[in-house]
């Protein structure tokens, strides 16, 4: 059974950063992870995601602001780095592993963009 930690969220000034870590653990297998983020009042919504073969994809609105990337050790932890952050990035922030397509969820950091 996979299991998801995430860390990083907090309260950062607008064009500030922020370093999202999600650990992923209970399979050997290399996944498919992403971020998503729901704002109140809005859906989820795909931030960055990254593929076993390490394929990126950003939702437009990050594009040039976040990257997403993979630890060379551990393979199934990644990070959201984010910088240029404005105060619409507030949001819960969750992370997802897929495997064997079966999604599994975090329980989500808060990030409050806000002078």
């Known amino acids: 059974q996979v299991r998801i930690v995430e860390s990083g969220g907090g309260l950062v000034q607008p064009g500030g950063s922020l370093r999202l870590s999600c650990a992923a653990s209970g399979t050997a297998i290399i996944l498919s992870m992403g971020w998503y983020r729901q704002a109140p009042g809005k859906q989820r919504e795909l931030v960055a995601s990254?593929?076993?073969?390490?394929?990126?994809?950003y939702a437009d609105s990050v594009k040039g602001r976040f990257t997403i990337s993979r630890d060379n050790a551990k393979k199934n932890t990644v990070y959201l780095q984010m910088n240029s952050l404005k105060p619409e990035d507030t949001a819960v922030y969750f992370c997802?592993?897929?495997?064997?397509?079966?999604?599994?969820w975090g329980q989500g950091t808060q990030v409050t963009v806000s002078a």
């Open positions: 997802t592993a897929n495997r064997l397509g079966v999604d599994t």
């Open positions: 990254i593929d076993s073969g390490d394929n990126t994809n």
